[in-house]
């Protein structure tokens, strides 16, 4: 059965310093679809990023990057420089296309704290 | 949202009462979806709907009920509420062949 765990339940940093959210996945399929979303304060869902499962390339956009290793089922998140505006609940998740719906299965959030 | 409403925002019921929850689209999306999103469980699947008329069960679909008789409209039923079901339900949209779904701003539900 498909399990997106993310171990890491609450983090606090300091302004300007990095910081690294964790996601590891389970699925017994050979496509699948792994995803970041972040929820601010205001408690809204916002999609940040869409990884296939064949294709393992880092991608980074302005000051997030993300790190994909099928080799360790890992799919990580990492804010460089973080601001006070980072703050927020993020959440990993799977979808496994042989479902045909696109559905997600969620991991239970880590909690980012970026202190002023 | 990305074009996506949840009516209302907020209620609270006592046990035993039902209610609907609407969620609205007008991005002609053919998946519409409900998730539940309770402390420290991250977003469950309620319901889901891949065209109108049709539904499917998620993960815990028990207590609820979906009808999606519009494209444009999936409503979500409970015919007599549980404290349980105290929690924030978020409707999403997707599409066919593109995996990411956009979510509604969410309906805080308190059942007393």
């Known amino acids: 059965a498909q399990k997106v765990t993310q171990a890491q339940t609450e983090i606090s940093v300091v302004e300007k310093e990095d910081v690294t959210l964790d996601c590891v996945y389970e699925?017994?399929?050979?496509?699948?679809?792994l995803f970041w979303y972040k929820q601010p304060p205001s408690g809204e869902l916002v999609f940040l990023i869409r990884?296939?499962?064949?294709?393992?390339q880092n991608e980074i956009s302005g000051r997030y990057s993300w790190n994909f290793q099928k080799s360790t089922s890992s799919f990580n998140f990492t804010i460089t420089a973080s601001q006070v505006v980072d703050s927020a609940v993020y959440f990993c998740a799977l979808s496994e296309v042989r479902t045909g719906a696109n559905n997600l299965f969620f991991g239970t959030g880590t909690r980012l704290t970026v202190i002023p | 949202n990305a074009g996506v409403t949840q009516t209302p925002k907020f209620r609270v019921l006592k046990t035993g009462q039902s209610m609907t929850l609407l969620c609205a689209q007008d991005m002609n999306h053919e998946y519409m979806y409900w998730y539940r999103q309770d402390p420290g469980m991250g977003l469950r699947l309620i319901h889901y709907?891949?065209?109108?008329?049709?539904?499917a069960k998620g993960e815990v679909p028990d207590g609820y009920n979906v009808s999606r008789l519009k494209k444009q409209n999936f409503l979500l039923g409970l015919e007599s509420a549980a404290p349980s079901q105290t929690s924030v339900y978020f409707c999403a949209i997707g599409l066919a062949g593109v995996y990411e779904q956009y979510f509604g701003p969410g309906t805080r539900l308190t059942v007393t």
């Open positions: 699925t017994r399929d050979t496509t699948y679809y």
């Open positions: 709907s891949v065209g109108e008329g049709t539904t």
């Open positions: 990884r296939n499962s064949f294709d393992e």
